[in-house]
Protein backbone atom coordinates (compact mmCIF):
# COMPACT_ATOMS: atom_id res chain seq x y z
CA UNK A 1 0.00 0.00 0.00
CA UNK A 2 0.96 4.01 -0.20
CA UNK A 3 2.04 5.23 2.70
CA UNK A 4 3.54 8.53 4.68
CA UNK A 5 5.20 8.70 7.81
CA UNK A 6 6.10 12.06 9.67
CA UNK A 7 5.88 12.51 13.40
CA UNK A 8 3.29 14.07 15.13
CA UNK A 9 4.93 17.13 16.53
CA UNK A 10 8.13 18.39 16.97
CA UNK A 11 9.99 21.63 19.55
CA UNK A 12 12.21 23.68 18.83
CA UNK A 13 13.67 27.27 20.32
CA UNK A 14 13.65 30.69 18.17
CA UNK A 15 16.76 30.99 16.29
CA UNK A 16 17.92 27.13 16.00
CA UNK A 17 17.39 24.84 13.28
CA UNK A 18 15.25 21.94 12.87
CA UNK A 19 14.84 18.77 10.50
CA UNK A 20 11.41 17.44 9.92
CA UNK A 21 11.92 13.66 8.30
CA UNK A 22 9.19 11.95 5.95
CA UNK A 23 9.49 8.64 4.63
CA UNK A 24 7.37 6.86 1.76
CA UNK A 25 6.18 3.98 -0.05
CA UNK A 26 4.27 4.76 -3.07
CA UNK A 27 3.13 3.03 -6.95
CA UNK A 28 5.74 5.09 -8.91
CA UNK A 29 7.18 8.16 -7.78
CA UNK A 30 6.63 11.76 -9.14
CA UNK A 31 8.36 13.79 -6.57
CA UNK A 32 8.28 14.52 -3.31
CA UNK A 33 6.12 18.38 -1.68
CA UNK A 34 6.75 19.59 1.22
CA UNK A 35 4.00 22.52 2.62
CA UNK A 36 3.17 24.84 5.89
CA UNK A 37 -0.25 24.78 7.26
CA UNK A 38 -1.32 27.36 9.83
CA UNK A 39 -3.54 26.37 12.14
CA UNK A 40 -7.46 27.52 10.04
CA UNK A 41 -5.59 28.10 7.00
CA UNK A 42 -5.01 26.50 3.25
CA UNK A 43 -1.50 24.63 3.06
CA UNK A 44 0.97 26.74 1.03
CA UNK A 45 3.85 25.22 -1.07
CA UNK A 46 6.90 25.50 0.64
CA UNK A 47 9.22 22.73 -2.04
CA UNK A 48 9.28 20.32 -4.54
CA UNK A 49 11.63 17.50 -4.79
CA UNK A 50 12.09 14.72 -7.71
CA UNK A 51 15.60 14.47 -7.79
CA UNK A 52 18.46 13.18 -5.29
CA UNK A 53 19.77 15.66 -3.17
CA UNK A 54 19.15 18.98 -1.37
CA UNK A 55 17.19 22.42 -2.55
CA UNK A 56 18.02 25.15 -0.81
CA UNK A 57 15.31 28.34 -0.65
CA UNK A 58 15.83 30.73 1.67
CA UNK A 59 15.69 29.67 5.53
CA UNK A 60 14.03 26.59 4.02
CA UNK A 61 15.97 23.63 2.42
CA UNK A 62 14.67 19.86 1.44
CA UNK A 63 16.82 16.94 0.64
CA UNK A 64 15.08 13.71 -0.88
CA UNK A 65 17.14 10.49 -1.25
CA UNK A 66 14.72 8.29 -3.86
CA UNK A 67 16.55 4.85 -2.90
CA UNK A 68 16.05 5.21 0.87
CA UNK A 69 12.12 6.54 0.05
CA UNK A 70 13.57 9.62 2.36
CA UNK A 71 13.25 13.07 2.95
CA UNK A 72 13.59 16.07 4.69
CA UNK A 73 12.60 19.89 5.56
CA UNK A 74 15.60 21.83 7.03
CA UNK A 75 14.60 24.87 8.68
CA UNK A 76 16.87 27.44 9.62
CA UNK A 77 16.92 30.51 11.93
CA UNK A 78 13.49 28.99 13.60
CA UNK A 79 11.24 32.36 14.23
CA UNK A 80 8.16 32.28 16.12
CA UNK A 81 6.06 32.39 12.70
CA UNK A 82 7.05 29.27 11.65
CA UNK A 83 5.19 27.82 14.18
CA UNK A 84 2.87 25.25 11.69
CA UNK A 85 2.19 22.01 10.47
CA UNK A 86 4.00 20.53 7.97
CA UNK A 87 3.13 18.14 5.58
CA UNK A 88 4.88 15.82 3.13
CA UNK A 89 3.18 14.41 0.60
CA UNK A 90 4.56 12.38 -2.34
CA UNK A 91 3.61 11.50 -6.04
CA UNK A 92 2.05 8.50 -7.07
CA UNK A 93 2.85 7.37 -10.76
CA UNK A 94 -0.98 8.49 -11.08
CA UNK A 95 -0.09 12.24 -10.51
CA UNK A 96 -1.93 11.81 -6.77
CA UNK A 97 -0.41 13.38 -3.85
CA UNK A 98 -0.13 10.58 -0.95
CA UNK A 99 -0.21 12.66 2.17
CA UNK A 100 1.39 12.34 5.34
CA UNK A 101 -0.69 13.46 8.49
CA UNK A 102 1.64 16.28 8.93
CA UNK A 103 4.32 17.62 11.78
CA UNK A 104 3.06 20.29 14.25
CA UNK A 105 6.00 22.56 14.91
CA UNK A 106 6.27 24.82 18.03
CA UNK A 107 8.70 27.45 18.33
CA UNK A 108 9.61 28.18 22.09
CA UNK A 109 11.36 31.77 22.81
CA UNK B 1 2.43 32.91 -8.13
CA UNK B 2 -0.40 31.18 -9.11
CA UNK B 3 -3.71 32.40 -7.06
CA UNK B 4 -6.82 30.01 -6.45
CA UNK B 5 -9.62 31.83 -5.14
CA UNK B 6 -11.90 29.98 -3.13
CA UNK B 7 -15.63 31.24 -1.87
CA UNK B 8 -16.82 31.59 0.41
CA UNK B 9 -14.93 31.23 3.27
CA UNK B 10 -17.40 30.40 5.85
CA UNK B 11 -20.98 29.48 5.64
CA UNK B 12 -23.52 28.14 8.45
CA UNK B 13 -26.24 26.61 7.08
CA UNK B 14 -29.11 24.34 8.45
CA UNK B 15 -29.14 20.94 8.31
CA UNK B 16 -31.00 19.59 4.47
CA UNK B 17 -30.11 22.38 2.58
CA UNK B 18 -27.41 22.62 0.08
CA UNK B 19 -24.55 24.84 -0.20
CA UNK B 20 -22.00 25.46 -3.37
CA UNK B 21 -17.88 26.32 -2.93
CA UNK B 22 -16.39 27.68 -6.06
CA UNK B 23 -12.65 26.88 -6.50
CA UNK B 24 -11.07 29.49 -9.05
CA UNK B 25 -7.76 29.72 -10.63
CA UNK B 26 -7.08 33.43 -11.18
CA UNK B 27 -3.99 33.44 -13.58
CA UNK B 28 -3.80 30.29 -14.77
CA UNK B 29 -5.78 27.58 -16.68
CA UNK B 30 -6.09 24.14 -14.50
CA UNK B 31 -7.40 20.97 -16.58
CA UNK B 32 -7.22 19.38 -12.73
CA UNK B 33 -8.47 20.59 -9.80
CA UNK B 34 -8.63 18.24 -6.38
CA UNK B 35 -10.99 19.23 -2.96
CA UNK B 36 -9.67 17.83 -0.12
CA UNK B 37 -11.76 17.72 3.37
CA UNK B 38 -9.87 18.44 7.17
CA UNK B 39 -11.46 17.78 9.90
CA UNK B 40 -9.54 19.26 12.72
CA UNK B 41 -5.85 18.03 13.83
CA UNK B 42 -6.24 15.24 11.01
CA UNK B 43 -4.62 15.56 7.13
CA UNK B 44 -6.37 16.60 4.26
CA UNK B 45 -8.72 14.09 2.79
CA UNK B 46 -8.60 14.24 -1.01
CA UNK B 47 -12.79 14.00 -1.92
CA UNK B 48 -12.13 13.61 -5.87
CA UNK B 49 -10.31 14.94 -8.40
CA UNK B 50 -11.90 17.08 -10.99
CA UNK B 51 -10.47 17.00 -14.72
CA UNK B 52 -12.24 19.91 -17.08
CA UNK B 53 -14.85 18.65 -19.08
CA UNK B 54 -15.43 15.52 -17.59
CA UNK B 55 -16.90 13.97 -14.81
CA UNK B 56 -14.93 13.74 -11.60
CA UNK B 57 -12.90 10.84 -9.72
CA UNK B 58 -14.29 10.41 -6.30
CA UNK B 59 -12.21 8.53 -3.97
CA UNK B 60 -13.37 5.34 -2.18
CA UNK B 61 -15.92 6.41 0.74
CA UNK B 62 -17.01 9.47 -0.93
CA UNK B 63 -20.74 9.82 -1.74
CA UNK B 64 -20.74 11.36 -5.38
CA UNK B 65 -24.29 11.57 -5.26
CA UNK B 66 -23.70 14.08 -1.84
CA UNK B 67 -20.93 15.80 -3.04
CA UNK B 68 -21.50 17.23 -6.27
CA UNK B 69 -18.94 18.41 -8.34
CA UNK B 70 -18.76 20.40 -11.85
CA UNK B 71 -15.54 21.53 -13.55
CA UNK B 72 -17.47 23.12 -16.19
CA UNK B 73 -14.03 25.89 -17.55
CA UNK B 74 -10.54 25.59 -17.06
CA UNK B 75 -10.57 28.32 -14.32
CA UNK B 76 -14.10 27.25 -11.96
CA UNK B 77 -14.74 23.88 -10.15
CA UNK B 78 -17.72 23.95 -7.76
CA UNK B 79 -18.28 21.76 -4.87
CA UNK B 80 -21.72 21.71 -3.96
CA UNK B 81 -23.01 19.73 -0.69
CA UNK B 82 -26.11 18.40 -1.05
CA UNK B 83 -28.62 18.12 2.08
CA UNK B 84 -25.70 18.69 4.58
CA UNK B 85 -25.78 17.33 7.71
CA UNK B 86 -24.05 18.32 10.92
CA UNK B 87 -21.61 15.43 10.49
CA UNK B 88 -20.45 17.03 6.62
CA UNK B 89 -19.31 20.39 8.67
CA UNK B 90 -15.76 20.67 7.99
CA UNK B 91 -12.85 22.41 6.25
CA UNK B 92 -13.17 22.10 2.80
CA UNK B 93 -10.15 22.96 0.43
CA UNK B 94 -9.55 23.30 -3.10
CA UNK B 95 -6.23 22.81 -5.38
CA UNK B 96 -5.73 23.25 -8.83
CA UNK B 97 -2.71 22.08 -10.59
CA UNK B 98 -0.05 24.00 -12.85
CA UNK B 99 2.10 22.43 -15.03
CA UNK B 100 3.63 18.82 -15.09
CA UNK B 101 4.16 17.34 -12.96
CA UNK B 102 2.14 20.03 -11.48
CA UNK B 103 2.76 21.75 -8.08
CA UNK B 104 -0.56 22.55 -6.45
CA UNK B 105 -1.70 25.61 -5.51
CA UNK B 106 -4.45 26.18 -3.04
CA UNK B 107 -7.73 27.70 -2.27
CA UNK B 108 -7.78 29.64 1.06
CA UNK B 109 -10.43 27.11 2.20
CA UNK B 110 -13.87 26.87 2.68
CA UNK B 111 -15.28 26.28 6.43
CA UNK B 112 -18.71 24.66 6.40
CA UNK B 113 -21.26 24.38 9.47
CA UNK B 114 -23.91 22.85 9.37
CA UNK B 115 -26.35 23.59 11.97
Known amino acids: GQNIDQPTEMTATEGAIVQINCTYQ??????LFWYQQHAGEAPTFLSY??LDGLEEKGRFSSFLSRSKGYSYLLLKELQMKDSASYLC??????????WGAGTKLIIKP | GAVVSQHPSWVICKSGTSVKIECRSL??????MFWYRQFPKQSLMLMAT?????????EQGVEKDKFLINHASLTLSTLTVTSAHPEDSSFYIC???????????FGEGSRLTVL
Open chain 2, 27 to 32: DFQATT
Open chain 2, 50 to 58: SNEGSKATY
Open chain 1, 49 to 50: NV
Open chain 1, 89 to 98: AAMDSNYQLI
Open chain 2, 95 to 105: SARLGDPGELF
Open chain 1, 26 to 31: TSGFNG
